[in-house]
């Protein structure tokens, strides 16, 4: 018998799960957190406040599960991607981490555009330089904080950070390092020619491993806090978007992922490092079988939701929300939501992108704004889905993950504009899980991943099938949606 514990960092909130290989998942504990936006267009976390949602989920796992987590034998990691964690030489963080909602950077980008040669963008970064991604972040830090970018002693993403926290040793993987813009996607390893192109000291950046492998065991001082054995091993992990895919058990072509997150994306996994012509997409290295995770990501997916919950309704219950949606017919009556709060990513790659509702009436109720988001959110991720069949990513079937899965009539939004069959996956924390197959791989408890999936993936025997009339309907709406864009610019 063996245990293996997969710990997501999110934007939300820090999850844990507690898998045994044999049983399967045992439990899962999370605790939330916020974004802090100290003012417009920044979005900023304290590292130590992911560090004590994480010591806080372990101690609530130790308390309830004692024999399963004292038979804990590797730790997997997957967290929120493209943020910057700068430590000084005592390993505490210098500032708040800069996270992927952030949009101070936007001069430092055309920066960089200026400087990098679009060539060397296409063959190594592979990606559109843009807000929120760690390389924009950091010359930001250069230019306006030079005394604290002198400071800097590693730099690091969002889970890296957490498990330094839990082996006293940085590093870095390839998933989420090629998620910063200093990255080569194909060959796998930070792209020096950029990094002195943007003369940045080569000291701060760590050594870059594959995400499976093993970079330590468990400190004596993370022993004492957690109750985990100092021969626990520790693997790299890899971004949340890649720890989905292997939850999901996706990691052959020709299935799509729909999450709605915090964020959004349609992904899909790929063996080579395909990229859009136009850099509507992002194109990361994947944790499995040496392959590349494309996708098309949305920045407010989920969000949208708490936003309209928290600022505009004053709930407290996001299952309200879901039971005010079911209330209101395909198409909300004619209103129609712009999800794009704080800028936008794939398809139109503007920071200055700004949401909207449009089309109301005096008829139009907090029910009607409710599924009007959902429809938003839905609308911008077939957006996604387009251009990555354009891509010549075929699509025989869609996974929905993240919050939206658990939510009936978002999943029958998803189908109907969407226009694909919809799955679920039992398990709903699909990070988690991913991260706990890694692990386990690792651990010499699953042979492969593939193993691990048939033994640990499963789906739900309940499937969403586009409604026919809900679809002539949304695709009339959906081409009002792609032009409001144009009128809003």
């Not at 952030?102 to 559109?128: G, H």
């Not at 292997?246 to 349609?266: A, L, M, P, R, Y």
């Amino acid at each position: 018998m063996a245990s293996l514990l997969g710990i997501d960092i999110g934007t939300s909130s820090a999850k844990i799960m507690l898998l045994d290989t044999e049983q399967g998942v045992i439990g899962v504990e999370s605790e939330d957190y916020d974004v802090s936006i100290p003012q417009i267009g920044y979005a900023e976390q304290d590292p130590d406040m992911w560090w004590n949602a994480v010591l806080s989920c372990l101690l609530h796992l130790k308390n309830k599960y004692r024999k399963e987590y004292e038979q804990v034998v590797s730790v997997g990691f997957s967290g929120q991607m493209h943020g910057l964690v700068a430590v000084g030489k005592n390993g505490a963080p210098l500032c708040p981490a800069i996270i992927w909602l952030d949009q101070r950077s936007k001069t430092e980008c055309e920066e960089l555009t200026a400087i990098i040669p679009k060539q060397l963008q296409k063959e190594s970064l592979r990606n559109r330089i843009f807000p929120g991604f760690a390389l924009p972040s950091l010359l930001w830090i250069k230019k306006h904080k030079p005394q604290l970018f002198a400071d800097i002693h590693q730099i690091m993403q969002p889970k890296d950070y957490i498990r330094y926290k839990m082996t006293g040793l940085t590093g870095a993987e390839v998933t989420d390092a090629s998620a910063a813009l200093m990255f080569d996607i194909r060959k796998r390893d930070w792209a020096w020619e950029i990094i002195d192109l943007c003369h940045l000291p080569h000291t701060i950046f760590p050594k870059c491993c594959e995400s499976g492998e093993i970079q330590g065991y468990i400190s004596h001082e993370c022993a004492e806090l957690t109750g985990l054995k100092e021969s626990v091993q520790v693997i790299y992990g890899c971004g949340d978007q890649q720890a989905q895919s292997i939850g999901n058990g996706v990691f052959e072509e020709g299935t799509f992922i729909c999450n709605i997150g915090t964020g959004g994306q349609i992904s899909a996994f790929s063996r080579q490092p395909v990229y859009d012509a136009d850099f509507r997409t992002q194109t990361f290295c994947h944790a499995a079988e040496n392959g590349y995770s494309i996708y098309g990501a949305i920045l407010n997916a989920g969000m949208s939701l708490k936003w309209l919950k928290d600022n505009i309704l004053k709930e407290t219950d996001f299952n309200k929300l879901t039971e005010m949606a079911e209330n209101i017919p395909a198409g909300s009556s004619g209103l129609i939501f712009l999800p794009y709060l704080t800028g936008e990513r794939t398809p139109h790659m503007n920071p200055e992108a700004r949401g909207a509702f449009c089309g109301l009436h005096l008829s139009h109720t907090r029910e009607h704004m409710t599924r009007a988001v959902m429809e938003g959110v839905t609308f911008a991720l077939r957006d996604c889905m387009e251009i990555l069949e354009q891509m010549g990513n075929h699509c025989d079937r869609i996974i929905s993950s993240g919050g939206g899965a658990n939510s009936p009539v978002w999943l029958q939004i998803q189908a109907d504009i969407l226009q694909k069959e919809i799955y679920v996956c039992n398990v709903s924390e699909q990070a988690c899980l991913g991260a706990c197959m890694l692990a386990g791989v690792s651990a010499g408890a699953f042979g492969s991943l593939k193993e691990a999936a048939h033994k640990l993936v499963s789906y739900s025997k309940v499937t969403y099938q586009p409604i026919p009339e809900n679809v002539v309907l949304y695709d009339q709406v959906y081409e009002n949606y792609k032009k409001l864009y144009c009128v809003m610019q």
